[in-house]
């Protein structure tokens, strides 16, 4: 799916003794790189790149078990369709509920994953929504 920057999702561990984890290290080692900071991003190669936290149980349930892939010769770990898709459930704006239904019309999950996922989640009644809505379900 196109988009107009990179989430990165981290797991912040706070130096000891403190409350909070300061990420000001990762921007000052990327603009040693030829990064620039744009407002909350910081420009990589022109794209705009955001660092977000895995607060969420789901988030880190997804930064957990993401999968390697090759990213024009890059290897990166990416999130799987059912976590992307349970996450644009579990948000909930316009354009997740769009995204969750071009998952959903390209067959691009695993019924039986989404469905465990989402029951785990606690998001079964917003499934139920999104199916009664966009799905014509009842």
Avoid: C
């Amino acid at each position: 799916m196109a988009t107009l920057d990179v989430d990165v999702f981290i797991t912040f561990q706070p130096e000891t003794g403190k409350l909070l984890a300061n990420p000001q290290p990762i921007f000052d080692y990327l603009k040693t790189r030829g990064g620039s900071m744009d407002g909350e991003y910081i420009v990589i190669a022109g794209w705009p790149v955001q660092f977000l936290p895995a607060a969420h149980p789901l988030v880190a349930e997804a930064l957990d078990q993401a999968v390697e892939k090759d990213v024009a010769g890059v290897p990166a770990r990416v999130f799987t369709a059912v976590h992307l898709a349970a996450i644009a459930l579990q948000t909930g704006r316009a354009k997740d509920k769009a995204r969750l239904l071009q998952f959903v019309e390209a067959g691009a999950l695993d019924a039986a994953r989404f469905q465990d996922i989402i029951l785990r989640h606690g998001l079964t009644e917003a499934w139920k929504r999104f199916e009664k809505q966009f799905l014509g379900n009842t």
